[in-house]
Structure formats: C-alpha cells, structure tokens
C-alpha cells in the first residue's frame, strides 16, 4: 500500500534512509528536517511496516524533485520502488508540475519513467536568478552549484518532462 507520510512514520524513513547513507546511496537528512517535509513524503507499507519512502519537493512554478525514493533491501525488486514514483508522478501533475528533476545513482530506475540526464541549469536566466535566493539545498544541486553544495557523491542529475 502507498499512501501520504505521517509524523509517526519518521522513525521508519529514518531507519531506511540510515540505510542507504552508509552505503553512501542517499545524502543523510536531518531528523527536523524530516519532520518538517512530512507532507512530501509517501510510504509504502506492507502488513503495517513503513519498508519504503519517497518525496516530492516543489522547487518552482513548473518544477518539483523527487527525493529520497528508498525501498527496504529485502523488498527491492518488488515493484514497492515504482508504485513510489507513480504516487510522485501523480501529484506533481495534480500540483501542475511540467518537470521533475532527481540527483540519483539509479539511473536506469529513473530512465524508465523518462528522465534524462541533464548538464547545466535548464531554467531561463530570471528563473536561475531567483532560484539562486533560495536556501535549499535541492535547488543547490538543481542549478549544478559546486561552490553552494558539492555533489559529494557523485550522482546524476536527471530531468523528466511530464506529459
């Protein structure tokens, strides 16, 4: 079952996230800031356990990231992770997003809802100008910022357009 995050479910994107930042797969998050974004998140829950989570994240009028899409190791390859994005798909055009952007490692997971890879900030320069004010660092990385926030791991920015 997919459905909206609550509070009580932090510890459980808390544990899976852990997860995935030792493998340094995921950059780790603050638990506050989990708190805060509660509202992006979407859980898959199997016999009432949180075993997956994913977010959505508005950066723009048009523009959204996915984040932290993460699926416990024993239920990967279980469809758990594309049920996620399709709950993600889904209210990014319910909120009249046009594109979607992700910093991932798994490419051929994100290239087969259509996101390509992307160099540069493929935004119009008064875009870029106001998204520069922005202290988040998921528009850091959307802009390809060094100086702001490194791409410490090394990842792959990747844009998908909506139909």
């Not at 995050?5 to 852990?18: F, H, L, N, Q, V």
């Not at 996915?66 to 909120?95: D, N, P, S, W, Y």
């Not at 540069?120 to 959307?142: H, K, M, N, T």
Request: proline share 2%.
């Amino acid at each position: 079952m997919i459905r909206p995050a609550k509070t009580s479910d932090i510890k459980a994107i808390r544990k899976i996230i852990d997860l995935y930042t030792l493998q340094r797969r995921l950059l780790t998050k603050e638990t506050v800031t989990l708190y805060e974004d509660v509202q992006e998140f979407v859980v898959a829950e199997e016999n009432g356990e949180v075993i997956g989570c994913g977010a959505l994240h508005v950066l723009w009028e048009d523009l959204g990231e996915v984040r932290t899409v993460a699926v416990l190791e024993e239920f990967r390859r279980k469809k758990f992770g594309h049920q996620i994005m399709e709950a993600i798909i889904a209210r990014a055009r319910t909120l009249g997003l046009k594109r979607l952007f992700c910093l991932t490692f798994e490419t051929e997971f994100f290239s087969r809802y259509g996101f390509k890879e992307i160099t540069g900030a493929p935004v119009e320069p008064e875009v870029y100008q106001q998204l520069l004010r922005s202290y988040d660092e998921g528009i850091a990385e959307f802009l390809d910022l060094e100086s702001v926030k490194p791409n410490t791991l090394g990842n792959t920015r990747m844009l998908l357009v909506l139909e």
